[in-house]
């Protein structure tokens, strides 16, 4: 059983569209972070939340955490196909705890 | 700068032979991960070391794998001997600290087959 589940799992969509990726949990994260991982390479970390109800922005993503801390959401705003790649989350139940990683989800982003 | 540093990346090799995976990680980080991902089950921490002192290694899957770090700047993992099931992509990350908002550095991964 996944600590962290992602949905959906996989996205395929047209360059100029937007959507939203989702990351789930029964428990609570004392911080969550959200990484994109391009084919051939590692992930390479986007932003770290900390705070329920906390909304980050980069560019066109936006990224928000749960009130609750169990759950957190990221948006992307006019896709492009440079965003193609695997999303992954991240979570940590205790403060200065090893991060667990969710599955993924695989975006596909089409000119 | 130069990140994380794997070595090799990419690797075949039969089934019974020994497999050793090489990292150096970003130079003044205290923290280095190795994690192993596959398909079926995504990103998985295999084992990581805090100050060169492997700290938790819950996630290595038997005995057959080992992780050594006998200095700040170079770790490795070592697989005797490797089976088919043992496929897949290795990836070694670095941190300073471990705490909320420190990002790993992750390498660029070695991709492993067993035939």
């Known amino acids: 059983t996944q600590l962290l589940e992602q949905s959906p799992q996989f996205l395929s969509i047209q360059e100029g569209e937007n959507l939203t990726v989702y990351c789930n949990s029964s428990?609570?994260?004392?911080?969550l972070q959200w990484y994109r991982q391009e084919p051939g390479e590692g992930p390479v970390l986007l932003v770290t939340v900390v705070t329920g109800g906390e909304v980050k922005k980069l560019k066109r993503l936006t990224f928000q955490f749960g009130d609750a801390r169990k759950d957190s959401s990221l948006h992307i705003t006019a896709a492009q196909p440079g965003d193609t790649g695997l999303y992954l989350c991240?979570?940590?139940?205790?403060?200065?705890?090893?991060?667990?990683f969710g599955p993924g989800t695989r975006l596909s982003v089409l000119p | 700068d130069a990140g994380v540093i794997q070595s090799p990346r990419h690797e075949v090799t039969e089934m019974g032979q020994e497999v050793t995976l090489r990292c150096k990680p970003i130079s003044g980080h205290d923290y280095l991960f190795w994690y192993r991902q596959t398909m079926m089950r995504g990103l998985e921490l295999l084992i990581y070391f805090n100050n060169n002192v492997p700290i938790d290694d819950s996630g290595m899957p038997e005995d057959r794998f080992s992780a050594k770090m006998p200095n700040a700047s170079f770790s490795t993992l070592k697989i005797q001997p490797s089976e088919p099931r043992d496929s897949a992509v290795y990836f070694c990350?670095?941190?300073?600290?471990?705490?909320?908002?420190?990002?790993?550095?992750f390498g660029d991964g070695t991709r492993l087959s067993i035939l």
């Open positions: 990350a670095s941190s300073l600290g471990q705490v909320a908002g420190q990002p790993q550095h």
């Open positions: 428990s609570v994260f004392s911080s």
């Open positions: 991240a979570g940590a139940v205790n403060y200065g705890q090893n991060f667990v």
